[in-house]
């Protein structure tokens, strides 16, 4: 059975210009996207990405503006579902409280997330895994004409 898979990401921007970025282990894979994940039925899309936002980074956000929605087909790598994400650009409320790593998938014991920061004119598609977070950085660039 298909089904739509929505998903919401927050594109973090610290003042030194670095965009916020998540290592994460599950399902046998490794990926790198941005903070956020699945819509909860019930649930509105600010609402889930600040929710996504204080269970990944204990982190509480605020909501600047919308990026970019999903205007291509994507098949799941994890199930059969179709995904449809949303991506905002967002800010934190406080300092954020998280263990920062320089190197991708630098996990610490028990966990299967880490975070760091990518500068944004170091930046690139490759520094993510999937497509739709692929054309989310290349709009982020644009917007930002580095």
Known sequence: MSYFNVRVYGLLINAENQVLISDEQSGGKLFSKFPGGGLELG????????????????????????????????????????????????????????????????????????????????LKTDNVTFKTDKTAVELLLKQYEL
């Open 43 to 122: 649930e509105g899309l600010v609402d889930a990405l600040k929710r996504e936002f204080m269970e990944e980074c204990n982190a509480e956000i605020e909501v600047l503006g919308h990026l970019y929605t999903t205007d291509f087909y994507e098949q799941s790598s994890f199930n059969d579902s179709q995904i449809l994400s949303i991506y905002y650009l967002v800010k934190e409320v406080y300092p954020l409280n998280l263990s920062f790593k320089t190197i991708a998938f630098d996990f610490d014991e028990g966990t299967s997330q880490s975070f760091r920061w990518i500068g944004l004119d170091e």
